[in-house]
């Protein structure tokens, strides 16, 4: 995911039309009319939920099950991306799998949310201590999280797209079009600045924290039940 949210960054810098090639791989919208801004969100928010399904469900499975729940966790993720379509045509075929996916990841959104708010503070406090512009608004995460958590057609998706949204001070979603066709959703966080490129950035640094928070979440309760075992 890092990989390719650097490559959205680093194309949208040479031009709109690259950006908008680049930020097409990583998410399911129309991209041919977005705008910078556009552009910029799309690949925020698809960074922001990645943290849950790509990162902290997958290592919450693990640590339950081992590989074979983790690999059982993953496939049905990756069902989901394959036939979990909007379409009429594949409505029914695909929604199984979606159900199943927002099953799989009712836990690990929350957690990852959470970890989110903490690591906007973290960064803050390393922010104010080094002596750099502070980007992390914590308490403003927290608060578009508890406001806006349940915006979404999923029940899983805006708990971290709200957390990253009031993090970094700006407003994600909003309606976008799929295949041609308008969605409309509601908006995630408030406008306190306009979205930036930097926010790219600052999005996939808000996911490595929240990872490495994890890793110690369940690390920690791991050894709390093994040693209740022995």
Known sequence: MR????NVYLKLGRSLEEGRKAVSRIVGRDTEALDRSGVIKACVETVAESTTD???????AYCAGGAPLSLLYKAINTMDSMIGYKNERYRFFGTAA???DDAANLLGARIAALCMIFSAGILRLFSFITGRVYVYRPLNALL???RDR??????????TESTCAGALGVQLAGDAFYEGVCEHKPTLGDELRPVHIGDIRHSVVLM??????????????KLLVLSAFL
Do not use: K, W
């Not at 990989?3 to 650097?6: I, S, T, V």
């Not at 790509?54 to 919450?60: A, E, K, R, T």
């Open 3 to 6: 990989d390719e949210a650097e």
């Open 54 to 60: 790509g990162v902290v469900s997958p290592m919450i």
């Open 98 to 100: 979606a159900r199943l």
């Open 144 to 146: 578009v999280f508890a």
């Open 150 to 159: 349940y915006c979404h057609q999923s029940p899983n998706s805006a708990q």
């Open 208 to 221: 490595y924290a929240a990872s490495v928070l994890a890793v110690l979440l369940c690390t920690g309760v």
